[in-house]
């Protein structure tokens, strides 16, 4: 077997945090593509797929983690439920990383009306209630897949924006910035060239703790029923449907809880594996690996 | 200092204020075509800030700054058209050249930024690697690879990338070995000399002033001491405060030692008052104007030494 080269060179407490959060996170995306082919999420099956009495299965043969109280098989839905919960919280932290990343970089750079008209806004965005903001904004915005999206994106681009902010304010005093500013160079260039380079450790590291934040802001819309729409599942979704039945059949709370968990779980050792290669002076490229 | 041909570079009474603190006040000189102007005076006394204002990247709170006769104008093409025409060389040569770039971008961003990169472009930047004493530099090495004088020439080349008539040199070797000094020094001269180049060095090195400076400008807290002819000037200096720092300079010790203040008191009359041995009360109540010792020479001193 080939030796895995993902960041061979690194110190070896940030590399194996990283490969343990690329582990998990493509265990889960895995399970998660493999959807279409665990069973059927919306099948009611209600003459197998419940007990005698009309409970929800545990674990058996036919249904690994068991099946809900509607006789649907739980390992499907946990599934399908990861590729919804997944690509929402993946779409929506890089969007709220881009979003943040270009305000926080434009009122850096530029300075005057746009940067305080731009901080404001991002003061705004800081000062949000998580939470209870993504309640109004749902309350607001159609029902779908993408308002979650929209939603988690609008809560979350003001904190990168305000650390990419600080970061080009920084770098707008280094020598071969003002160099550029002083040999004419363009200023969306410089912007370009000197100065997004110098944030990618920044927006590396941040970027999978934002994943792992929207994964779990997704959840919580879901499960208190303004994330993404019933029937189709979202981790969120299903354990707040799974609560109800944690006396008698946890696993309906248990599995999606699991899959929650060990998502968020990855994306923060990928971010720890970052952060300790950073501290330990290594320098990444823009695919880090 | 006034000559008949047009300067290169004129400060006209130039102020520079941040809120409250003055950086520059009542700045006036003039670099002359083909010369090398000397500015010297200690940390703070606003040095930096007439490089940054040369560079267009501050503006004078008053006052005008004249390129070839003509005033900067802010406007972003205008101010591409003067910076066209000027080189630069930062003090700090770690943090004057982007370390993501290689070489070859780093002596190439001025063309680029111009518009001049062209099929002669990788060409050119070899040539001036060359030129400045890295012939064997890789044009896709990266700046990292080297030490502060290695750094300071690419430095060099980018600044002579666009052929400048002006080149502007804010303390070009006081981050480098004492050995390395010599070397880029010989090589600014030998560059102004064959280039023909108009500079403004500033530094604190006095025997390096007087070996190659022909005009010396003097700044105490942001004004003007003394102004005139270097050699002249360092070999029989009229204003207090010149005396003081060029026996300060001479001895190689810190002049700022001399007092044991980091922040001398002020005065908004003469500034050098409050330490000058020849502070008369007179120099406490009014601003000493600039008085001609010669038409070329000009002291800021009720008092000067004969």
């Known amino acids: ?289 | 200092m006034s000559g008949l041909e047009l300067p290169i570079l004129h400060f006209e009474h130039v102020t520079r204020r941040y809120d409250r603190f003055i950086a520059l006040e009542d700045v006036s000189f003039v670099v002359r075509k083909g010369k090398i102007l000397g500015l010297v005076g200690e940390s703070g006394s606003g040095k930096t800030t007439c490089i940054r204002l040369a560079l267009g990247l501050e503006r004078p709170s008053a006052g005008r700054i004249r390129f070839m006769g003509r005033p900067y104008s802010y406007r972003s093409k205008e101010m591409k058209a003067i910076r066209r025409r000027i080189g630069f060389i930062f003090q700090d040569p770690y943090d004057a050249l982007d370390p993501h770039l290689t070489l070859e971008e780093i002596i190439g961003e001025p063309l680029r930024a111009h518009g001049l990169w062209n099929v002669t472009a990788r060409e050119r930047i070899r040539g001036l690697l060359d030129r400045v004493g890295l012939p064997d530099a890789s044009l896709r090495s990266y700046p990292t690879r080297y030490s502060g004088g290695g750094l300071q020439r690419i430095a060099i080349a980018r600044a002579l990338a666009l052929e400048p008539e002006l080149l502007l040199c804010d303390e070009p070797t006081s981050n480098l070995d004492v050995s390395m000094q010599a070397q880029i020094i010989n090589l600014l001269m030998e560059l102004q000399r064959e280039r023909g180049l108009a500079m403004v060095f500033v530094t604190h090195d006095l025997p390096l002033i007087r070996r190659i400076a022909d005009d010396l400008v003097v700044l105490y807290a942001g004004r003007v001491m003394e102004c005139g002819p270097a050699r002249e000037i360092a070999a029989r200096p009229r204003h207090p405060y010149t005396i003081v720092l060029l026996s300060a300079m001479e001895a190689k010790i810190p002049h700022r030692s001399a007092w044991d203040e980091a922040n001398p008191p002020v005065s908004p009359a003469c500034p050098f008052a409050p330490r000058c041995w020849k502070a008369q009360p007179q120099c406490w109540k009014e601003r000493p104007p600039r008085i001609p010792v010669r038409p070329d020479w000009e002291v800021a001193c009720f008092f000067p030494e004969e």
């Open chain 1, 1 to 289: 077997m080939a030796p895995i080269t993902i960041a061979s060179g690194w110190p070896i407490e940030a590399r194996r945090s990283l490969l343990a959060g690329i582990a998990l996170i493509g265990a889960v995306s895995l399970i998660a593509l493999l959807a279409p082919w665990l069973g059927d999420p919306y099948y009611q099956d209600f003459a197998t797929g419940l007990s005698p009495a009309g409970l929800p299965l545990g674990p058996n043969h036919t249904h690994p983690l068991g099946t809900d109280s509607l006789g649907r098989d739980v390992l499907a839905r946990v599934a399908l439920a990861g590729r919804v919960s997944l690509s929402i919280g993946i779409l929506a932290a890089l969007l709220s990383l881009a979003l943040g990343a270009t305000v926080g970089m434009m009122a850096g750079f530029y300075g005057g009306f746009l940067e305080a008209l731009l901080m404001r806004l991002t003061d705004i965005g800081l000062a949000l209630p998580t939470t209870l903001a993504g309640l109004a904004m749902t309350a607001l915005l159609p029902a779908g897949l993408l308002r979650p999206v929209v939603i988690i994106t609008l809560l979350f681009w003001a904190y990168p924006a305000r650390l990419v902010y600080n970061e080009t304010l920084r770098m707008r005093r280094r020598g071969f910035v003002e160099a550029a500013v002083a040999m004419g160079e363009a200023r969306y260039r410089i912007l370009l060239r000197h100065i997004l380079p110098h944030l990618k450790t920044l927006l590396l590291t941040y970027a999978p703790m934002n994943a792992a934040a929207a994964v779990m802001m997704e959840a919580t819309l879901s499960y208190l029923g303004a994330g993404v729409p019933l029937p189709t599942p979202s981790w969120g979704n299903m354990i707040g449907e799974g609560q109800g039945a944690l006396a008698f059949a946890p696993h309906l709370f248990l599995a999606p809880a699991a899959f929650l968990l060990l998502t968020t779980l990855g994306f923060l050792l990928i971010a720890e594996g970052f952060k300790q290669a950073h501290s330990r002076g290594i320098r990444f490229s823009w695919l880090a690996l």
